[in-house]
């Protein structure tokens, strides 16, 4: 059973930084492409960065670009996402996701889309106050 969990959420002033940790479990995520989400109240859920299977590169929204940091640690089949200079926008719900296994897309908005990765998280609360 493929399990995905997020810690490390919680309150911090703006300015503040936070790391988040996911821990997957299940299978191998080697293969998969590992990213992050966030859902703020009344919004959609909306792609935050991803790190890729393939070479280990990374893609970010442009919101957290300079800001956030994706990193992974496949050893430990963790995923983590170092957030700095947080500001009041970013509050929200943070869930982790993961990819297919040795998946590949191409088009419009490529890998940062809901339905390029099947497993989820239950989230973790960033709440940054201002």
């Known amino acids: 059973q493929v399990q995905l969990v997020e810690s490390g959420g919680g309150l911090v002033q703006a300015g503040g930084s936070l790391k988040l940790s996911c821990a997957a479990s299940?299978?191998?995520?080697?293969?998969?492409?590992m990213a992050w989400f966030r859902q703020a109240p009344g919004k959609d859920r909306i792609f935050v960065a991803t790190?890729?299977?393939?070479?280990?590169?990374?893609l970010y929204d442009e919101s957290v670009k300079a800001r956030f940091t994706i990193s992974r640690d496949n050893a430990k089949n963790t995923v983590y996402l170092q957030m700095n200079n947080l500001k009041p926008e970013d509050t929200a719900i943070y869930y982790c996701?993961?990819?297919?296994?040795?998946?590949?897309?191409?088009?419009?908005?490529?890998?940062?889309?809901?339905?390029?990765?099947?497993?989820w998280g239950q989230g973790t609360q960033v709440t940054v106050s201002s």
């Open positions: 790190t890729r299977w393939s070479d280990g590169s990374t």
């Open positions: 299940g299978r191998s995520f080697i293969s998969s492409d």
């Open positions: 996701a993961a990819g297919p296994i040795n998946y590949y897309c191409s088009g419009y908005g490529c890998y940062r889309r809901r339905y390029d990765y099947h497993d």
